[in-house]
RNA sequence: UGCCGGAUAGCUCAGCUGGAAGAGCGACUGACUCUGGAUCAGUAGGUCCAAGGUUCGAACCCUUGUCCGGCAGCCA
């Protein structure tokens, strides 16, 4: 019996392995991540590779990378390369076991001429109108179709013709020899191969029969060498065909157990919804950082570390969850938080003149990139007469418990200086356009010598050396924590938040203007930021990951109930 | 009406072969503070869907009921 990691999760699947283990039934763990080749990957697949992988890796196991590539009307190549990637920035590791299901089409035929002279499987001329008929409902049998008893002889020349190319699509199918009365409508008849006349991505024109997933998945598994075949809650029902398939060919036998798919509020899950999503225009394409796939949530700035923790804390169930996304946000914070230097950003700026400063004087200062991480070091960050301050940081009137800049009052700029607001420029229409200012040169670095205290402090910009940056500020993607919560002629589109994305044109200290895409930093007091590809150098374009925890914001709301 | 799942803290979920009810988030309180939005610490909270049964002992096993989800592609 192989060792295993004391301190891995409990969940009900490793102790279901670990009863294998102990019963002898498995003297080894092997797992597979199975796409199909037809989508982008999303979080959600991101808790099945996690699982698949995490226990290959509890277990001293292996994991293999399987395209399920069984339908050539739906698959393509681009897909193959994007899923790669995303695997792999996962940090899941395959080794040399990268397969396709197509490369075993082969061996399944050879099974699938077993069946038939079995008995077990049957050549059938009913069209997809006529099957779809003739099998019933959940609660009444379904009708035998009349190609059911052909002989061995005639099922095998007329599967061989299917192959052979001699009919056209739909024309027939091979079905299996159950039993039109289950209960379970997967074990009336089910078809094992269709005929498509398409060009698969990998088999070219090799090919115009091709198996439907119940039939080819668990001899997939099999051919492997699969131990514990793990797949979402959705393919309970069809474990009896599963096995059913692999206990008439006799074959290795792996496992199939079920685990609960991932739901995320405020957001939706599905292959066809993205489509929907990116065709008509609300979103950007499919790694638009408001899209939970893998390929958004990286440009979004989210790191695989944090998806991982995500996974863990999730853990696995069995019935269908909603996960509060407030989870994954959490986690992106945890870990940026640790790592992610600080830097300086304005979003909405309002410039501050220091009368009292020298003109033309550009100073630097020192300033910790990481107050969670020493090693981070410092930076210098140029400070001049005139900068930029965020305008929701000056209250002309300020209300009760709004302690930040105002006529009169003294606030601190981050590491700099203590300043104080003297005057209010206005504009004709009565807009605040600037601050005159003066600055205490006593309180450089940002600590007053005579033990006086401020109550805030605000982020900045130096205006001569600011660098002029796209900021894209993102939130959550739709209004209602269920999309679906519609009122009756509604649908989930309905739901979209049209604040998912704004724009605004701010400003950034010189010294993270030009980091590559991808390069992360928390702008303080606004959030997390992450290089979005678009950026040139010079010319910085930065995603906002998720904003800081806001507890202040919180505060801010009872306090305002409490009026 | 059939079959398969499920119901545990405000929310989302763990809870192995029966042996003193757990986590994360949120909430609340406090500490600290040059991010009043960070960080840290602590507190509160549950008729384990209901009723009955087995047992020395049940969230867990059995029965019945209630409610929720899934299943009628030649998709995976």
């Not at 790669?84 to 397969?99: H, Q, S, T």
């Not at 094992?192 to 119940?214: L, V």
């Not at 692999?246 to 792996?254: A, K």
């Not at 696995?316 to 940026?336: G, H, N, P, Q």
Request: aromatic residues 10%; charged residues 30%.
């Amino acid at each position: 019996m192989p060792a295993w990691r004391p301190d891995m999760p409990n969940d009900f699947i490793r102790e279901a392995i670990k009863e294998d283990l102990r019963a002898g039934r498995f003297n080894r763990v092997h797992t597979r991540f199975p796409p199909e080749p037809n989508a982008y990957l999303h979080i959600g697949h991101a808790k099945a590779v996690w699982i698949d992988y995490g226990i290959a890796l509890d277990f001293g196991g292996k994991f293999n990378l399987r395209f399920d590539d069984t339908n050539p009307l739906r698959e393509e190549a681009e897909f193959v390369e994007s899923i790669i990637e995303d695997v792999r920035w996962l940090g899941a590791d395959w080794e040399d076991r990268l397969f396709f299901a197509s490369d075993y089409f082969e061996q399944m035929y050879e099974w699938a001429q077993v069946l038939i002279r079995k008995g077990k499987a049957y050549v059938c001329d009913l069209s997809a109108e006529e099957l779809s008929a003739t099998r019933g409902t959940p609660t009444t049998p379904g009708i035998e179709s009349p190609y059911r008893n052909r002989s061995v002889e005639e099922n095998l020349d007329l599967f061989a013709r299917m192959r052979a190319g001699e009919f056209p699509d739909g024309a027939r199918t091979l079905r299996a020899k159950i039993d039109m009365a289950s209960p379970n409508m997967l074990l009336r008849d089910p078809v094992m191969y269709r005929i498509i006349h398409a060009r698969h991505h990998r088999q070219g024109d090799k090919w115009c029969i091709y198996p439907t997933y119940d039939w080819a998945h668990g001899l997939e598994d099999s051919i492997e060498g699969i131990t514990h075949s793990l797949c979402s809650q959705e393919y309970e029902i069809h474990r009896p065909l599963y096995d059913w398939f692999l206990d008439q060919l006799g074959i290795y036998h792996p496992r199939q157990i079920e685990f609960a798919r991932l739901n995320l509020t405020y957001t939706v899950l599905s292959k066809r919804r993205f489509i929907e999503l990116v065709n008509g225009g609300y979103v950007d394409g499919y790694d638009d950082p408001r899209l939970p796939t893998l390929a958004g949530l990286r440009r979004r700035g989210y790191t695989p570390e944090a998806i991982r923790e995500f996974c863990r804390r999730i853990g696995i169930a069995k019935t269908d969850s909603m996960v509060d996304i407030a989870v994954l946000e959490d986690c992106i914070r945890e870990d940026l938080n640790r790592r992610a230097p600080r830097a300086m950003a304005v979003q909405n700026p309002l410039k501050i003149v220091l009368v009292n400063y020298p003109e033309g004087h550009i100073e630097e200062l020192d300033v910790i990139n990481n107050p969670e991480d020493p090693a981070a070091g410092t930076r210098k960050v140029p400070f001049a007469r005139e900068l930029y301050i965020e305008q929701d940081d000056f209250r002309e009137e300020p209300p009760p418990k709004f302690y930040r800049l105002a006529p009169g009052r003294e606030v601190r700029l981050r590491n700099a200086y203590f300043i104080r607001c003297e005057e209010v420029v206005k504009d004709a229409a009565g807009n605040v356009v600037e601050l005159r200012c003066t600055y205490d040169p006593e309180t450089r670095g940002g600590d007053a010598p005579d033990g006086r205290k401020v109550k805030a402090t605000l982020h900045w910009v130096a205006v001569p050396t600011a660098v002029p940056a796209e900021l894209r500020l993102y939130d959550h993607l739709f209004l209602k924590p269920d999309p679906d919560d519609v009122e009756p002629g509604k649908t989930y589109l309905d739901n979209l938040n049209p604040n998912a994305l704004q724009v605004k044109h701010g400003f950034v200290e010189p010294g993270i203007a030009s980091a590559p895409p991808g390069t992360r930093y928390q702008f303080e007091r606004l959030g997390y930021f992450c290089m979005d590809r678009d950026a040139r150098p010079g010319a910085p374009v930065f995603n906002r990951t998720v904003t800081l925890r806001d507890t202040w914001a919180r505060i801010e709301k009872t306090l305002q109930s409490e009026r």
